[in-house]
């Protein structure tokens, strides 16, 4: 049993609680979609990301925060600064804020990830 801290410290900050769709998965193909903090209040965004494709992915960019790639399905290569991480599904990836990153999909078959960005806003600059 876990018990990192005294629960008495922390009062409810009077937020609700809500929910907002991140992607519709009726479909075959990758999830797309994101849904920025400030619609839930929150101080991150949550991007779903994916694609069929072996070698495609978001082009260079870079972000005034911390960005946590999640692998949810298959392989990827992270670009972050001069690093090259390989990872696979079940995996997470941090890009530090101010690091120029991109991501491709490896393959076999379909890259999925789950994409957490450290503000309530998605802020971005591609770069190539």
Known sequence: MRKDF???T??????PATKARLFHSNGDGPW??????EVMN???TIL???NDMPGEGPPLHIHPYD???VVIEGNA???VGDSVIDASAGEVVLGPAGVPHRFENLGPGRLQTIDVHD???WLQTDLG
Request: one cysteine or more; hydrophobic letters at 25%; proline letters at 13%.
């Open 119 to 121: 503000c309530s806003r």
């Open 77 to 79: 290569r992270f670009h």
């Open 32 to 37: 797309h979609g994101s849904v920025e903090g």
């Open 48 to 50: 779903a990301y994916g």
């Open 67 to 69: 960005e946590i790639f």
């Open 10 to 15: 922390v009062p409810p900050d009077g937020r």
């Open 42 to 44: 929150a101080p991150c």
């Open 6 to 8: 005294d629960p008495s």
